[in-house]
Each structure stands twice: as C-alpha cells, then as structure tokens.
C-alpha cells in the first residue's frame, strides 16, 4: 500500500486500534494484579486464571471482571487505604508531629506559667478537642 492511498480514515482506524490495544494490556494488568494481591485465592487458583488469560484471554478476562469484580473493587480500596494510612504515619514521624495530649500539656504549662488567661486556654484546648 503506497503511501498515497493512507487516508485520514486509515490514520484514524490505526489510532483507535492503538487506543484498545492500551487499554485490553491495562486490563490485563489490572487482573493479574488484583490476583496476585488476593490472599484468599491459592498458588493453584491463580495459576490457572494466569493460564486460561494467557490461552483464551478475552472470555477470561470478562469471566474475571464479572465474577470478581466486587472483591477487585474491595481489595483497591482498602490497597488504597493502607498506603494512606502508611503515608500519613510517614509524614507525622518525619515532621515530628505531636499528639493532641501534647498539645494539651504545653497549654497547661503555658497556663500555670501566666502566659494564658482561663479564657485563653479554655479556647485553646476546645480547638485542639474538637
């Protein structure tokens, strides 16, 4: 096929074939990874999806999305959650944050040092509690 005869039509079918085959390789991805992050299944079990998405993909494929679709769902966020929580205790051990009992024991001594009112402090620490 000469150049010459390459449309815009051709171009375009070429791109969208390009786009589904990104996306059927994401979905691939996304399947073996929910599998090997699923604890319940057994080293046997996975190894059989692994076959049958390597030897008939596309029905396996939807027969995963279909029949496991909600544990996937499950897993993803609570994936999700656990990286949160793991970041958030990385950014308060590395900033040094200080808990709401310590916060509340410097108003005390600021307190019993003069430096706060009753009304400050009592301000202050209904901030912190709530």
Do not use: C
């Not at 308060?92 to 509340?104: K, P, Q």
């Amino acid at each position: 096929m000469p150049i010459a005869e390459f449309t815009l039509g051709h171009a375009l079918l070429t791109v969208l074939s390009i786009f589904f085959f990104v996306i059927w390789i994401w979905i691939l991805i996304v399947i073996l990874s929910d599998l090997f992050r699923d604890s319940e299944l057994s080293g046997w079990w996975k190894a059989v999806w692994v076959l049958f998405l390597v030897f008939i993909p596309f029905l396996t494929a939807l027969i995963y999305l279909i029949a496991r679709g909600n544990g996937m769902r499950e897993r993803t966020i609570q994936a999700q959650a656990d990286a949160k929580k793991e970041f958030d205790e990385y950014v308060r051990s590395t900033a040094g944050g200080t808990s709401t009992a310590d916060e509340l024991g410097k108003l005390a001594d600021l307190k019993a040092k003069g430096v706060l009112s009753e009304e400050e402090y009592q301000a202050q620490k209904a901030k912190l509690i709530g």
